[in-house]
């Protein structure tokens, strides 16, 4: 039950139904300047407003906001139509940044990867992998989901940004949610308050970034009926990304963990229907392919005692790690009806995370919503394991592009004593030599 020294304005059409030609697309290059190790010095822009004003205007009102029970009674409320305008153009803002100081070469092959970063809380640990570990220091488009901006957690990086400033990369971060409190579970008790509450999705790359859009998704649940209200919606981010020998779209994915299987599939239908034709796609990130319908606690008991009366052995062999044969099908039918391929970009049957009843930082959330007795019938249930269950929650999708060498890193979290996230990142290869504009 596991549940920027140039700036553009430039319009970027409509996408999924929203006006994103008022949204802004703020662009940062920076470079050094000869023989200084500072940057060149930019202007405040537009983002950076939008930054400055959550920052004041949010914590006064959270209180307030905290107190709704629902996103109706928030929206109706005087405290959140004080700030109504603010808070949906900063969720409808692109921060595109640039911090490439070369470009880089053309090469037969290109290393994508997906990873669920775990709000980047691990931060310094996953910013030394990304420099020296064998697989990711190879990776040329990072494929980021669940990266803070602002938030006491991970203390109070702009996590995306952060890391292509050190990487040398291009970046679009994609705000989805501005956090009413420090998080779930055990990240209520970090140190310090937040102080932007920003939480979303991003691409980060070594080659440039243009034609970004953001692809807002219905959410799953209600987010102020739960204990970690969020203002917001989950988003995908799409880019077009120029190799010199061949032009993709990327977007990075994250579907809703709470949500039923259908709505997971219908989330996938919206960022396909936003995914323009003219280009080959790769598509990655976390698909949430949990089997389970969690939009609630009561269908996701009655779900998890279907799976034990399955089997457990059964289950954990046919269904956690192939989701696509039975419980999140019709998500997996939709690809392949659009053109896309998932068998030659994925290690198929391999486990992306590893739910630890034992461990306070996977079962700290869900003891929010699901009973605590709940926890005793999940020991049972996976004695035989160790308390462990393996899933595949982390894919990639391509449509028109040659792929080789999927993997699953698992090495970023399994045997380390405080892995670098809850997830493992996924890697494919794309080549140039087939399907290059």
């Not at 004080?82 to 911090?99: G, K, N, R, W």
């Not at 009806?337 to 391999?350: A, H, I, L, P, T």
């Not at 890193?409 to 504009?437: Q, T």
Request: glycine share 8%.
């Amino acid at each position: 039950m596991i549940g920027f020294s140039g700036r553009s304005n430039r319009p970027l059409g409509r996408c999924n139904g929203v006006d994103v030609a008022s949204v802004l697309l703020v662009k940062r290059q920076v470079f050094p300047r000869q023989n200084s190790k500072s940057p060149m010095p930019v202007d405040v822009t537009p983002q950076e407003q939008f930054y400055s004003a959550l920052a004041s205007e949010i914590p006064p009102r959270i209180e307030a906001l905290t107190q709704c029970r629902s996103t109706s009674e928030m929206r109706n409320h005087p405290a959140y139509r004080a700030i109504a305008t603010l808070v949906e153009q900063s969720l409808a803002t692109a921060h595109v940044a640039d911090f490439r100081k070369a470009g880089a070469p053309a090469l037969q092959r290109y290393r994508i990867l997906a990873w669920n970063i775990e709000r980047g809380t691990q931060f310094d640990a996953q910013l030394e992998a990304f420099r020296s570990h064998p697989y990711l220091k190879t990776c040329d488009v990072l494929l980021l989901t669940e990266a803070d901006a602002g938030m006491a957690r991970s203390g109070n990086r702009m996590v995306a940004e952060l890391l292509a400033r050190e990487l040398g990369m291009a970046q679009v971060f994609a705000p989805c949610y501005i956090a009413l409190g420090k998080g779930s579970g055990v990240e209520r008790h970090a140190e310090g308050e937040n102080t932007l509450g920003l939480h979303g999705n991003a691409i980060l790359s070594r080659y440039p970034l243009s034609d970004v859009r953001l692809i807002p998704l219905d959410n799953g649940v209600d987010k102020m009926a739960h204990r970690e209200k969020r203002l917001g919606r989950q988003a995908a981010v799409s880019a077009r990304i120029d190799f010199p020998n061949l032009s993709v779209r990327a977007v990075s994915v994250h579907l809703d963990a709470q949500s039923t299987q259908r709505h997971r599939c219908e989330q996938m239908r919206t960022v396909l229907d936003a995914i323009p034709v003219d280009l080959p796609v790769i598509l990655g990130g976390d698909w949430n392919t949990s089997t389970y319908d969690s939009s609630h606690a009561f269908r996701a008991i009655l779900g998890f005692w279907l799976r034990v009366m399955m089997g457990v052995d059964h289950v954990i062999r046919n269904h956690y790690l192939h989701p696509e044969s039975r419980f999140e099908r019709g998500l997996f039918e939709l690809l392949r009806e659009r053109g896309f391929e998932y068998d030659r970009s994925n290690q198929m049957g391999e486990h992306t995370i590893c739910y630890d009843v034992c461990d306070p930082r996977a079962t700290g959330s869900l003891r929010e919503w699901v009973p605590e007795w709940c926890f005793a019938f999940i020991r049972w249930a996976l004695r035989h394991h160790d308390g462990r269950c393996p899933m595949k929650l982390d894919w990639f999708a391509s449509r028109g592009l040659h792929v080789e060498s999927p993997v699953v890193i698992h090495d970023l979290r399994e045997g380390l004593a405080e892995p670098m996230s809850d997830h493992d990142a996924v890697g494919v290869d794309i080549l140039a030599a087939d399907g290059g504009v």
